[in-house]
């Protein structure tokens, strides 16, 4: 069965440093999102992506973060400057169409910022 | 605004124990409702939903009903197995002012089923 994969699986990084987590979404699949999920706490919702544009963006997703799609197949999520706070569980989620209800979500990256 | 409260965990039970996990909802329209659950090492994988009132979503023996008078949609089993040890999610789906499908989870209850 298709699946969502996203890499790395848990990246340490210091504060003020740039990361970028990598998604493979499932290959006829349209639209895109990220959502993170601090220790603890709920999961939410960062951004949709569709058309090779942001299509919705929470309150979360300030300057310091972006996304795109490379080169066609890669989701990526760019934080340019991290910061302690910025900790969590960073899940990749993708659907086919608009009208059908099921996000496929990848296993998730640990963002660890120390 | 939209949101979704579950039973706090851990929750631990011996197999086959009957399974209950309480979620409630907050929202405006008519909202879909699903239930996701993360195996440990994986991503969060759709278990079941319901898309309107009286709904019961139903998959591998967990069943859940959408509750509008309640606003609930609990989760349950009637026999759980050591398989079944996962966070299990409630979620919500809703379509923002732009147009866009948005889920919103409650903060997830982690099942541990000893043998």
């Known amino acids: 069965e298709p699946e969502v994969t996203q890499t790395p699986s848990h990246q340490v990084t210091q504060m003020g440093q740039e990361v970028i987590l990598r998604c493979v979404p499932i290959?006829?699949?349209?639209?895109f999102y990220w959502y993170r999920q601090i220790l603890g706490q709920k999961v939410e919702f960062l951004v949709s992506f569709y058309n090779n544009e942001i299509s919705e963006k929470s309150e979360i997703f300030d300057d310091q973060f972006s996304v795109e799609r490379p080169d066609g197949s890669n989701f990526t999520l760019k934080i340019r400057s991290t910061k302690l706070e910025d900790s969590a569980m960073y899940f990749c989620?993708?659907?086919?169409?608009?009208?059908?209800?099921?996000?496929?979500f990848g296993p998730g990256t640990r963002l660890t910022v120390t | 605004g939209n949101s979704v409260t579950q039973m706090e965990g851990p929750v631990t039970l011996s197999e086959e124990a009957f399974l209950t996990i309480n979620c409630t909802y907050t929202?405006?329209?008519?909202?879909?409702l699903f239930w996701y659950v993360q195996y440990p090492g994986e991503g969060l994988q759709l278990l079941l939903k319901a898309t309107k009132a009286d709904d019961k979503g139903s998959n591998k023996g967990f069943e859940a009903t959408y509750r509008k008078e309640t606003t609930s949609f609990h989760l349950e089993k009637g026999s759980v197995q050591v398989s079944d040890s996962a966070v299990y999610f409630c979620a919500l789906s809703w379509v923002s002012n732009f147009g866009n499908e948005k889920l919103t989870f409650g903060t997830g209850t982690r099942l541990t089923i000893i043998p």
């Open positions: 290959s006829n699949h349209l639209y």
């Open positions: 989620a993708t659907k086919w169409g608009q009208e059908t209800y099921e996000q496929y």
């Open positions: 929202a405006t329209g008519y909202p879909s």
